[in-house]
């Protein structure tokens, strides 16, 4: 008992974000720091603004601080007509904060309503809009969001972990195919329940996440690689159910049975990931036109089992051409890895 609290105590202590709290307060720093040098009224505010900057990955900084920016630009035009009209006064920093609002939900940018207000409610302080105090919100928000986004470079592609997620996905994937032929050969199914699904999908799920961020913090070079891996093992996932509620509907073993689940056996030991399955589908097709020259079933429980055989592998052969064609679109992938 206590070394598993111990476990727990470590656990909680590497999911807490240090570093990323460090890192978030090192660039708020830096950024003050900058705008004190720089003899800026207000330097504070560089640093709310470095903070605010600060998002998850690269491309998500760079889309905010470009949202933000044409923002202020917006609101520092809204602003100059509303003082110029009413004066520096409460009603007119209203009037400003009611049309910047609604521009800014307008055109998607709503995570620039508060930051851009702070900065133009220093006119208001002030009581003036002169140029030195335009200069100065200019130059608080380009110090900021600089520090924001330099802050960010650092962030890079996660291939390990995402490698280590798509492995965890393709073992799942072999289990269930490895379920699917043991129980393709009996006829009582109570025990074959879709369980290994849930897991499935949360395997890709994680995996998905992983290559989306992974995306997100490469500006050059992209390739989309890892997302269409996710997509083509979550497309699958789909052909797999599929196979799953066909296998719980047969009840009666016909002899072409025994065939079909040791294709499945084929399958798990093929399935690698630079398999382009061409043996897999020529084997696949082969079968397929065996059964349509085969003599026809005797007796109606035969028919029905047979179809749902031939219906089976007719899905399989959706679930191979999904990797097929991944494979043979990525094929360069690999030999510019190795």
């Known amino acids: 008992m206590t070394n598993m609290k111990t476990n727990m105590r470590r ?6 974000p240090v570093a990323k709290a460090f890192k978030i307060a090192l660039a708020a720093v830096l950024s003050i720091l900058t705008a004190n040098l720089l003899g800026l009224k207000y330097a504070v505010t560089a640093g709310i603004i470095t903070i605010l900057s600060i998002q998850n990955t690269k ?8 949202n933000r920016g044409l923002a202020f630009l917006c609101a520092l035009l809204i602003a100059f007509i509303c003082y110029h009209i009413l004066g520096f006064s409460v009603a007119a920093f209203i009037i400003y904060l009611f049309l910047f609002a609604l521009l800014c939900l307008s055109a998607g940018w709503g995570e620039a309503i508060a930051m851009d207000s702070v900065l133009i409610s220093h006119f208001l302080a002030e009581q003036s809009f002169a140029q030195e105090l335009v200069l100065n919100e200019i130059l608080l928000f380009v110090t900021g969001t600089f520090f924001g986004i330099l802050i960010n ?4 592609k996660r291939e390990d972990m995402f490698e280590k997620l798509s492995q ?4 799942e994937i072999k289990g269930i195919i490895h379920r699917m032929s043991e129980n393709l050969r009996r006829e009582d199914k109570t025990g074959y329940h879709s369980g290994c699904f849930v897991h499935l ?3 890709i799920t994680a995996a998905k996440e992983c290559a989306l961020k992974n995306w997100n913090n490469t500006l050059l070079n992209q390739s ?18 599929n196979i799953y509620q066909s296998i719980i509907m047969i009840r009666m073993l016909p002899e072409q049975t025994t065939k079909v689940a040791d294709f499945f056996c084929e399958i798990e030991t093929q399935y690698h990931r630079e398999n382009d399955v061409a043996d897999l589908l020529k084997q696949l097709e082969e079968m397929l036109n065996d059964m349509k020259n085969e003599k026809l079933p005797s007796n109606r429980d035969e028919f029905e089992a047979r179809a749902v055989l031939f219906y089976i592998l007719k899905q399989l052969d959706e679930f191979l051409m999904l990797k097929n064609s991944f494979v043979t679109k990525y094929a360069y992938h690999r030999h510019a890895k190795n």
């Open 59 to 66: 491309r998500e900084t760079l889309r905010t601080a470009r």
């Open 168 to 171: 965890q996905v393709d073992e």
């Open 153 to 156: 470079l650092h962030l890079r």
């Open 224 to 241: 989309a690689y890892e997302l269409d891996y996710i997509k083509m093992r979550e497309n699958q996932s789909r052909v797999l159910k």
């Open 11 to 16: 656990n909680r202590i590497k999911k807490f």
């Open 201 to 203: 999908e949360e395997k």
